[in-house]
């Protein structure tokens, strides 16, 4: 909003050039989010803890010290959303069609969440939707989301694949990219979700991999940057930076009152919401093997639930203590924090790879 308003301003006023710099709107759409969820925050949580009375419901089959958390109140996803949205409307060029691709992806991912917290809550139960149920919505939405992307994106790359580390090989998948698509955004959305089970556990690595992709995006939608890297050029990708700025905002805003021990949970509101928006970001720039090594904390989660249920269900013994793999590590006795911070060193570490394939080709 303010880059139609400001912008075509820049000759009249030299401080509005800067609203013609993606970096610049970055920038402020990150510090404007975090202003959003410092401001409107303790207000949300007084209204969700008013509305709710005990708070999430916590397993009784989990890690006892998670008993204590009973009473903290849930859907602090709203939080996240509202102040993502505003400041993506405030900061992004509006007429980019990825930005209203990526908002629409973000909500409808984060509307499931929100009624499957809401049936947790009627129910008073750790079981919300149905998963068969949860499963369709997503997929329907993402549906809706990659025909958009198909739509907009140039035919010569619409349904290629990038493969990390190689710079002119990118194979076409033809009409199996649809399917392809879906999974990646629909298993992007229930990784984080997976992953959200501790104080602050998915905070972080999702600041992390929308750092990462701030950097992506910019670069695959800069046709220099691009072409001096040797990427897959992506015309108006680069305007999703300042989604990504947005979403960093948002999370460090709420990593303020997640931080242990948690007044807030961010529950299916934000979880799937936020891992809906990186698989769908993902998908626009061509990097989706890249968000499975950038998130590969969340990849690693979803694989310890897999193998458990796959393991006990053909031999009746489980591999791990407690699945996802962090409860695991809390059931061998490693502290919350502890859990917490080093998975967070692992996301980095991961981070730090995921950037390295834009150079390593």
């Known amino acids: 909003m303010l880059f139609h308003f400001l912008a075509p301003y820049a000759h009249d006023f030299i401080l509005f050039n800067l609203f013609r710099y993606i970096t610049f709107r970055t920038g402020g759409a990150m510090a404007t989010a975090l202003l959003i969820c410092f401001i409107c925050g303790p207000a949300i949580i007084r209204w969700l803890k008013s509305r709710q009375g005990e708070g999430q419901p916590i397993r ?5 010290s998670h008993l204590k958390k009973k009473g903290t109140p849930t859907m602090g996803g709203l939080m996240i959303l509202v102040s993502m949205i505003i400041s993506t409307l405030l900061w992004a060029d509006l007429s980019n069609t990825y930005i209203w691709i990526t908002l629409g992806a973000t909500v409808g991912f984060g509307l499931v969440g929100f009624m499957d917290d809401d049936r947790k809550l009627t129910r008073r139960s750790h ?14 939405m993402s549906i809706f989301a990659v025909w ?6 140039a035919p010569s790359t619409a349904q290629g694949l990038a493969i990390p580390f190689v710079k002119d090989w990118m194979p076409d998948l033809g009409w199996f990219f649809l399917p392809f698509a879906v999974f990646v955004i629909v298993g992007a959305s229930n990784a984080v979700n997976l992953t959200d089970g501790l104080d602050g556990l998915a905070t972080v690595p999702i600041i992390i991999a929308s750092l990462c992709f701030i950097v ?22 680069g305007e999703l930076a ?15 009152f997640n931080a242990p ?12 919401a936020l891992g809906s928006a990186l698989g769908t970001i993902a998908v626009i720039v061509k990097h989706e093997l890249v968000l499975a090594i950038i998130g590969g904390l969340f990849v690693m989660e979803t694989l310890s639930v897999i193998i458990q249920v796959a393991s006990f269900k053909l031999t009746g013994k489980r591999i791990f203590r407690m699945a996802p793999i962090h409860h695991h590590f809390e059931k061998l006795g490693w502290s919350e924090p502890t859990v917490v911070i080093r998975f967070w060193i692992i996301a980095c570490i991961l981070g730090l790879i995921g950037l390295s394939t834009l150079k390593l080709r």
């Open 60 to 64: 009784s089959d989990g890690p006892e």
């Open 242 to 256: 300042v989604f990504c700025g947005a979403m960093v905002g948002a999370c460090l805003g709420f990593l303020w």
């Open 127 to 140: 079981v919300g939707l149905s998963g068969k149920t949860r499963l369709i919505l997503q997929i329907l």
């Open 261 to 272: 021990p948690a007044q807030v949970f961010m529950g299916d509101t934000g979880s799937l």
């Open 216 to 237: 992506i995006t910019y670069l695959v939608g800069n046709l220099v940057f691009a072409s001096y890297l040797q990427l897959h050029h992506v015309a108006g990708a």
């Open 148 to 153: 958009g992307v198909l739509a907009v994106a």
